[in-house]
């Protein structure tokens, strides 16, 4: 349920092995919105896996520098990742449709897969050898019937509401606007990604080439309480303090979109025989890209159980495993790193942060293979497999 790249890559990676495999999707299309856009080589090795990799960068662009800054544009810290014969995925840019569009053609392609937009799930009913999936669409009340029911339909995920999962956790005071806009940053010597970190309440941001034709994301803090239109109308103030170069600033606007910042994870992603992954099981932050890089790992992980249990009739402890893993990644790895990154960024002093953080004190004292394993974040993968007792 839901054909975000999380739910399609799940899906994608059990037709691909002949599992008849149905997504199911509320919305008429793939969602639009500027949402995630940076994947880590952790998570670029499951697209790897899943056959996706090469049509992915076809249309995306590879990060090698991150940049942190003062809001003048001062560079504070900068790293580099380069891949090797060691480490050998890059840093992805793709804007979150434009994967989610690359897994559905892939998962289209499949004999074994079926995709239904405008299906808006209302009720399961689980029994002791399969699942009645209640779906809302344009023709009337449907029923589906499977041996499982995985939930990647995001944080207001209704599979994890009509299973009984608790979200637990909180939600930020601040939060964010994610625009794409064309400006020439790399014309004033911005890195393809960097951070702007700052303690005033709402001018922290990551600006982040997008792609090569001029096209970036800069997602900025914002105050709470205001409605989308006061919003749009504070952008050009936003814009004037964040972007460096001549005034009057000259750019083109191509996607705005508001959201709030939570911090919160589902109490179990297996609950019988229903499974959470993504936006669904976790949500963080989006600074320091871990949000749909972990969601992505979630897809590996959970379409490698499913694979296990339905194609290679291994017990279903391997899901409770899954379930134990992937909590446990978000909960010991993601959340307090992500944690750490916001705060990185507007509650830090500038003039001061590199000798106050701990991350940047481990970076400058980092040689360039330890730099290198700090960026590809291979902590966020566990094997199953190999834990399995």
Request: proline content about 5%.
């Amino acid at each position: 349920v839901g054909a975000g790249p999380v739910g399609l890559l799940t899906g994608l990676r059990c037709a691909k092995v002949g599992i008849p495999t149905t997504v199911l999707e509320i919305l008429p299309e793939i969602e639009m919105s500027p949402r995630a856009a940076v994947y880590h080589p952790v998570a670029v090795q499951e697209l790897d896996r899943a056959g996706v990799l090469e049509d992915c960068r076809k249309i995306g662009t590879s990060s090698t520098k991150l940049a942190f800054r003062k809001l003048n544009g001062e560079v504070i810290v900068e790293m580099e990742r380069v891949p090797t014969n060691e480490e050998p995925y890059e840093n992805l840019i793709l804007g979150q449709h434009e994967l989610a569009e690359v897994i559905l053609k892939h998962f289209q392609d499949c004999a074994a897969a079926k995709v239904l937009f405008q299906h808006h799930v209302v009720a399961i009913d689980q029994g002791e050898n399969g699942v009645i999936v209640e779906a809302e669409t344009p023709n009337g009340l449907k029923k589906l019937s499977a041996s499982y029911v995985v939930g990647a339909d995001g944080a207001r995920s209704v599979v994890r509401q009509l299973a009984g999962v608790t979200f637990d956790g909180f939600t930020w005071p601040q939060q964010i606007v994610a625009t794409n806009v064309v400006y020439p940053f790399d014309k004033y010597g911005y890195s393809t990604g960097n951070q702007i970190v700052t303690r005033h309440p709402d001018h922290f941001c990551v600006v982040a080439k997008l792609n090569t034709s001029g096209l970036w994301r800069v997602s900025y803090g914002e105050k709470t309480g205001l409605s989308d239109e006061e919003l749009r109308a504070r952008l050009p103030m936003k814009y004037e303090a964040i972007f460096p170069g001549p005034r009057p600033l000259e750019y083109d606007l191509k996607m705005f979109s508001p959201y709030r910042l939570h911090q919160k994870c589902a109490s179990s992603f297996h609950i019988g025989r229903i499974l959470l992954a993504g936006d669904a099981a976790h949500l963080c932050n989006p600074f320091g890209g871990l949000g749909l890089t972990g969601g992505l790992l979630d897809a590996g992980a959970l379409g490698d159980a499913l694979i296990a249990v339905i194609k290679d009739g291994m017990s279903e402890s391997i899901l409770e495993k899954y379930d134990e893993i992937r909590r446990s990644v978000f909960k010991n790895v993601i959340d307090p790193t992500s944690q750490a990154n916001l705060r990185r960024l507007c509650e830090s002093d500038a003039e001061t942060v590199r000798e106050t953080d701990p991350f940047f004190r481990n970076i400058l004292g980092a040689d360039k293979v330890e730099k290198e394993k700090i960026r590809g974040l291979g902590q966020l993968r566990v094997s199953l497999f190999d834990k399995l007792s």
